[in-house]
């Protein structure tokens, strides 16, 4: 069973690429962040692209910058759209969809960003967290769980191709990666990590000063699962071709494997990065100014 997620930075303007990708990928599971679509528009643009390929469809947003998925070619169950007990900034948005997917309760998340520390944005997502945290802890002790998607944190500072870019910044504060340890506590594990623990391993490069060509990236895209899913796992990695030429979206999808790798256990970054770009900071300008995140959403 293979169950991927992918920040495509808007499902109209990445439409071919994802076509492309699902044909190339074939994923079984496919959770979808910043669709940027409301529910009536994205299925008008993809319905009949999806149902010929197997997918049912299902997805939470309101046409802004949210907008959440899930697309599964088994089953499709118990849908729930919106994260119980979203604090709203002021109102609840579209960052958070559910449903059973052969077996396992499946969640495609898109965590606010925070903005800036000072912002009130930034408790917003700590509060947003939190609510997951305790949505996370009920179904972990249920069942199968896999929280997916953009979580706009990097769990640690090997997660960033220079946390001193980052001084000031969220993304990398103790406060948020403190919520995000609530997770783990909760029974999560982070499967990519545990799968590649020493390696350089990033899913977003910024689209400025060449960030992807030097491997200026961060690790945002998370794939969180309990022990009983994690104990399936054959292969997971990133898939960084879906990042490379034209019209891609600034994220790289996160591919899981369970029960079976059907590409084998083919590393950590697919295909790898170059030498020169691994290595460390090469040159260039810093993707975001001081004080601010990476992405402002």
């Known amino acids: 069973m293979r169950i991927a997620t992918w920040n495509i930075n808007s499902a109209k303007a990445r439409q071919a690429r994802l076509i492309e990708w ?11 962040q910043e669709t940027k679509l409301s529910d009536d528009a994205f299925l008008e ?33 118990d849908v729930v759209r919106g994260l119980p007990g979203d ?15 052969d077996g396992i309760r499946i969640w495609s998340l898109y965590v606010p960003n925070g903005r800036a520390v000072d912002d009130p944005h930034f408790a917003y ?17 249920r069942g199968p769980l ?20 980052f001084a000031g910044a969220t993304h990398v504060t103790p406060a948020e990666r403190a919520a995000l ?9 982070d499967v990519l990590r545990a799968r590649w623990p020493d390696d350089v391993v990033y899913t977003y490069w910024d689209y400025r000063q060449l960030c992807f060509p030097k491997n ?9 699962t309990s022990a009983d899913v994690a104990g399936r796992v ?17 994220h790289a999808p996160v591919i899981v494997d369970l029960d079976t790798a059907p590409d084998g256990d083919v590393g950590p970054m697919v295909p790898p990065p170059s030498s020169r770009g691994s290595a460390g900071r090469a040159g260039g300008g810093r993707s975001s100014s001081a004080g601010e995140s990476p992405r402002r959403r």
């Open 216 to 224: 200026f990236g961060v690790r945002i895209d998370l794939t969180l």
């Open 87 to 101: 604090p709203g900034f002021p109102d609840p948005e579209p960052r958070a969809i559910a449903a059973t997917c």
């Open 22 to 32: 699902l044909d190339r990928v074939e994923p079984d599971v496919v959770c979808l």
């Open 146 to 165: 896999m929280t997916l998607g953009d979580f706009n944190i990097a769990p640690t500072d090997a997660d960033v191709w220079d946390v001193a870019e």
């Open 234 to 250: 054959r292969a997971v990695w990133v898939d960084r071709a879906a990042r490379k030429g034209t019209g891609t979206s600034d």
């Open 181 to 189: 340890g609530g997770l783990t506590e909760a029974g999560l594990i």
């Open 45 to 77: 643009l993809l319905d009949e692209d999806l149902f010929r390929r197997g997918y049912r469809v299902a997805h939470h947003g309101d046409g802004r910058w949210n907008g959440v998925a899930i697309l599964s070619r088994g089953s499709l169950d």
């Open 125 to 141: 997502k700590l509060s947003w967290l939190a609510a997951l945290r305790d949505v996370v802890a009920a179904e972990a002790a």
